[in-house]
């Protein structure tokens, strides 16, 4: 054990104040004020194996949280020894965020692969010898070549899904040879022949160790294969973390609980905390399963287990539909399910809404957004969530034609935005500065920094549009406003609220990852949204075939997808909207049924197995008069008539692959038009028309206003501004440059040229 006496990178020896659990700081018993009888329990159980099953809402990072700092102040746990465990980036900086203000600093809170790369890149040299093999941050350019080397042909849109399958097969420990049994015996939908798929699995990592590369999964079966292997590095890394909590437990894979055994011994012998919701088990397609979960205390006897249901984020009102989704859910995961009861005053009652087609549901749902931020509700505390990324494009171009600011999640990462970087060089500049001009004069915290960021263009009156120009300046706007609330909270607590403490505040906040709000309406897809929540929740597209979807055969299958609606229900503390369209587009035929989940707990609806369709009660006043203006008719592709789905190839209306028709001429002339326009309105080009609207209008050659706003990303707005100017252009006409306008300028989305997103895409 000579070789391994320095410590694990990042964590340290125990320091002396703390030797020996000697340190046993006052104040330990103020952690456990304001928590409920519940989460007091949880903070509580110090010792032995816990099980904790936390409903939505229920304040389970609260208790946990609690519960590592009690252990801390009391003096029972060392912080270098506690290792907190969970599933993103994002959560593992809250939850660092949490236990620095509750006085636990020194814990380290990560994700799995986050935890296991450190000890791997720490280990290896001593396990293996020399370098770890550099990491593959992304797989799908080595399975494509895979695929090639393989003998098969595989379109793009198919990258992904064999990728899925790799990580798939990966995470639940099968080898190339076994994965066609076993997605035979998991009753899987492989995207293809398995055969073909596990020829590209066994290339791929061929290819993989052929160029001394890992991926992530890798990164957690070297590390639990080197803990197998070398008992003395196993005890190394069993006396060194001595305190477990895993969060989100119901979410782990076979591959994480080999790794977990070896970290705790696998007999329950370290102190191990876990926590979950098996009514929030979404990601059983990723190979997570809810079974541990479900069987801890079958394997701990003598575990401690606590159940949080006094839900502190959603109203009665919302609380009692959840309920009712989760009376209707079969299967292990439902005998399990947690009888929420709300802590709030009462609510409005979820709306139910029906439009005809989907551009309505979208243009509604936007006008809806509009009247809730003209009560007030700010537009960061809204979310339209949808079950496939493919949905997003229409609420984008909603949204954008009302001029009302979104954002997609799963961006870039707030402290590594540029502006947010530059802004933080400029603001420890005038904090080191003894007297800096720029702060002289203003009265408090938040002026000056809004005085320092003026510097770079930043004013107190948003931009026009939600552009980049648009997010640059929310992002900055975060920051004074997060100044405004770092000075109240730190003159309730008689501290100075000085620019210095502020810029360590934003150090600190960096480093763990816990960024401010950004004002602007979010559109995630529903398995994005897990472990967020807002006080206005738009629930869109809840059709049969979409929720659940199509492609979910198996009652399991089926139980998931009701789960998942769940999770969107339960993201909602206040103002909760489920809407559905009857067709894909205006004047379609009516052929859609809302989903089956809301059967007997909607109005006008039978129990549940009835497929018969409510009322058009839920129909929007107007709504049917708006769909008779639009004049858009079924997506299909202009060469060879198949239905298209993907954004883009609907904006063009054909396929990819199929030839284009596009007049270039009249695409030269539409690019200077939309050129001089933007110029005169002092937006970016594509705030008038996408690169992707413009194709798709050179290659229609439009006749007339009803031919043109047909072309996707051409609405209603839009079609009033440029509609005109846009037919003399395809008549080979020259219109005058439009430079007035009534009102601020009509946006495309920046985004809508964009595939769909990763819906989990692989922690960097």
């Given amino acids: 054990m000579e070789d391994m006496q320095d410590d694990l990178p990042g964590l340290g020896a125990p ?66 020894q506690v290792l907190a465990v969970t599933f993103t980036a994002r959560a593992a900086g809250e939850m660092r965020g949490r236990l620095r203000q509750l006085g636990a600093e020194g814990v380290q809170a990560r994700t799995f692969h986050a935890a296991a790369l450190r000890q791997l890149q720490y280990f ?3 396990a293996v010898g020399g370098d770890v093999p550099r990491l593959l941050e992304r797989k799908v350019q080595l399975v494509a070549e895979a695929a090639g080397r393989s003998g098969l042909r595989v379109q793009r849109t198919e990258l992904r899904d064999l990728t899925a399958e790799v990580e798939w097969a990966k995470v639940t420990q099968v080898v190339p040879d076994d994965y066609p049994a076993a997605v035979a015996k998991s009753a899987r939908e492989a995207p293809r022949d398995p055969a073909e798929i596990a020829r590209v699995y ?73 926590v979950g919701d098996a009514s929030q088990t979404i990601y059983s397609f990723t190979g997570a399963t809810p079974d541990y979960l479900l069987n801890f205390r079958q394997r701990h006897p003598d575990a401690t287990l606590v159940k949080l249901v006094r839900d502190y984020r959603s109203t009665p009102q919302v609380v009692h539909l959840a309920n009712g989704l989760l009376s209707q859910a079969r299967g292990q995961a439902a005998q399990h399910r947690l009888e929420l009861v709300s802590q709030r005053e009462a609510g409005p009652e979820p709306a139910y809404r029906e439009y005809p087609d989907e551009p309505t549901e979208a243009e509604s749902t936007a006008r809806l957004i509009r009247d809730l931020l003209g009560t007030g509700v700010r537009a960061s505390e809204i979310a339209v969530l949808f079950r496939t990324n493919s949905q997003s494009e229409v609420y984008e171009q909603a949204l954008a034609d009302l001029g009302i600011s979104y954002q997609l999640k799963g961006a870039e990462r707030f402290f590594e935005r540029p502006e947010v970087r530059e ?53 900055l706007n975060a920051l004074v406003r997060l100044a405004e609330e770092f000075e109240t909270a730190r003159r309730a607590a008689g501290e100075t609220a000085d620019l210095a403490a502020y810029v360590a505040e934003l150090d600190a906040r960096a480093a763990a990852q816990h960024a401010p709000a950004v004002e602007g309406v979010t559109l995630a897809s529903l398995h994005a949204a897990k472990g967020l929540e807002w006080d206005a929740v738009f629930l869109v597209g809840l059709t049969e075939g979409t929720l659940p979807i199509i492609y979910a055969k198996t009652d399991e299958q089926i139980e998931e997808e009701r789960r998942l609606l769940y999770v969107g229900v339960t993201r909602a503390r206040r103002f909760l909207t489920l809407s559905w369209s009857l067709s894909r587009s205006p004047g379609g035929r009516a052929s859609r049924k809302p989903t089956r989940f809301l059967d007997g707990l909607r ?121 005109s100017d846009v037919l003399l252009l395809c008549a080979g006409e020259s219109p005058e440059l439009v430079g007035e306008t009534d009102g601020e300028p009509v946006q495309d989305s920046p985004g809508d040229e964009a595939g769909n997103q990763a819906e989990n895409s692989p922690e960097k």
Avoid at 438 to 447: E, H, K, N, V
Avoid at 637 to 645: E, K, N, S
Avoid at 702 to 717: T, Y
């Fill in 15 to 80: 320091s002396p104040q703390y030797d020996d659990g000697a340190f046993a700081p006052l104040g330990a018993d103020a952690v456990l004020a304001g928590l409920d009888p519940e989460q007091r329990a949880v903070a509580t159980a110090l010792h032995g194996p816990v099980c904790v099953l936390a409903g939505a809402g229920t304040g389970k990072t609260r208790a946990i949280t609690h519960r590592i700092a009690y252990g801390v102040r009391s003096g029972v746990y060392h912080p270098a």
């Fill in 124 to 126: 290896w040299p001593r």
């Fill in 202 to 274: 066994a290339t791929y990592e061929r290819t993989k160790q052929e160029r001394g590369l890992i991926d992530f999964e890798d990164v957690l079966l070297l590390t639990a294969a080197i803990l197998e292997d070398r008992p003395e590095i196993a005890e190394r890394v069993r006396s060194q973390y001595r305190h477990f909590t895993v969060d989100e437990y119901q979410d782990v894979s076979p591959l994480q609980q080999r790794l977990l055994d070896q970290w705790t011994g696998g007999d329950g012998g370290a102190s191990l905390c876990v």
């Fill in 423 to 475: 802004a933080g060089v400029l603001l420890k500049g005038a904090a080191r500065a003894a007297d800096d001009p720029l702060t002289a004069g203003a009265p408090d915290l938040a002026a000056q920094v809004r005085a320092v960021l003026a510097t770079r263009g930043f004013s107190a009156t948003a931009p026009a549009g939600s552009g980049a120009v648009r997010e640059r300046w929310e992002s």
């Fill in 603 to 723: 109005p006008g609806s039978s129990g549940p197995g009835a497929r018969t369709r409510g009322g058009r009660g839920g129909v929007e006043p107007g709504a049917e008069r708006s769909a008779a203006r639009r004049v858009r008719g079924p997506v299909k592709c202009r060469v060879c008539d198949r239905t298209l789905t993907d954004a883009v190839e609907r904006k063009l209306r054909r396929c990819e692959g199929c030839p284009s028709t596009m007049d270039e001429a009249l695409y030269e002339r539409l690019r200077e038009w939309r050129s001089a326009n933007a110029k005169e309105q002092g937006v970016p080009a594509y705030v008038v028309f996408t690169d992707a609207t413009l194709t798709a209008i050179a290659e229609d050659v439009p006749g007339s206003l009803a031919e043109l706003s047909r072309i996707s990303g051409v609405g209603a707005m839009k079609l009033d501004k440029y509609g």
